[in-house]
DNA sequence: GAAATTCAGTAACATAGGTTACATTTCGTC
DNA sequence: GACGAAATGTAACCTATGTTACTGAATTTC
């Protein structure tokens, strides 16, 4: 159990709470962790859902699915993420993206009234919860933006320089396969290997499979806004 | 003033609130109202913003503008809405939104601190930020999901439908000039205009200028899923 | 009710991205 | 290191939508 408090400490719902009051909030409720194994659906999109979850140990995704199959992979979730925090407070049923998860998946799921418990037992529970939620339509507002004005080659260059800010290296490598990238991108395979093929032979950066190498920083900065 | 707490209290913000704890709540924070003419700009995109608007009175567009110029009207306010909820609470610094006074309009911004005082003035202030926050969450996502996987035409088929439903009539004129109706799906006036020839011959609705009529409407419901 | 302005129709052309299909490369496993 | 499976490259073709530019219709303004 000391484990399984570790794990929700860290947890962006717990920022600032420490230990002691954790403790205390746990008595009043009652958690069970849910198992899942890979590509298992945790909540399908357009399936009810009142709870919100937080992510122990795993990766999760959220994509969206259309009726031809066609796959947009929206979110990905780490480690002390917070899964779908709208779905305990909207007045609507259901939001139209599916968890899956990606790893061996463990996580709590919460009530609202859970929630409200803990809302009413720490001040701090609240405000990580509001800035969650807050920063999710920040995210979603800026996800439909790209959606709606990035080409494929703009979406290249933003998401090597995001990786560049966290990796800090010119050259790095990704985690994930080209099909897995358009799903990302919300486009078809092929397309984002011809755009691809066009972005290596820009001079901006050079990529071979998951390897990824920025050439020229300045134009990557430009190309990427 | 009494107006003013009228049309405060018809605000989704303050949804179940009576207008004696209205007044209560108003001796605590100090309001003021600002007034925009048609088209002014009210907060621009990418501006640092740490404000909540109630609308009072007119119209206000949430609208997304790329370099180029290109417009795509995200979202529609009218009076007693809740504008930009996420501006207060989230960890990042701005939406890629701008807000525009589409109408003589008249709104009150409350800062961060304020709500707060309301928030511990009244429980169920506080759930109608939640709600409202929780359902932008959930349509933008969705706005996601057909920007992503929808065509023009099933555009079309969706905000006639969405219309049916408001009026319950197979006849009606909607007061947005096709150009706007081009801003709000994103795409350009020519290619709407081509839509709605292709979808004038479909037998399944007809369009003339802003009139509207509903011909097949099983076959509606179909097309707008 | 004429003139000016905005709005809408439309055509020719350009372009991004999707689709399908297959060849090639890489990777994981024995 | 050989084999099969998965991932990737790539080409030919298709389609939706954008662009530009012009015409004509509808609305607004005086």
Redesign the interface.
Known sequence: MNKLMLSLSRSKLFKDITLEELELISDHINVKTLQYTPEEVIQAQDEMADKVYILLEGVVKGV?E?ING?I?Q?EMFNEADIIA????????E????TLIAKTETRLIPFTRGQILTMFSLNRKIE?NF??T?????????????E???SSIEDKIYKFVLAKYLIYRKNEFEINLTHEELSHRF?VSRPSLSRSLIKINQSGIINTKGKKIKILDFEQLLQKAE
Chains 1, 2 share one sequence.
Do not use: C, T
């Open positions: 969206m259309d066609h947009y929206v925090p709208a779905n305990l407070f909207s007045s609507r259901n939001l139209p993206i405000e509001l800035r939620l807050s920063d999710k339509v920040i995210f979603l507002a800026e996800k439909l933006w959606n709606q004005f919300g």
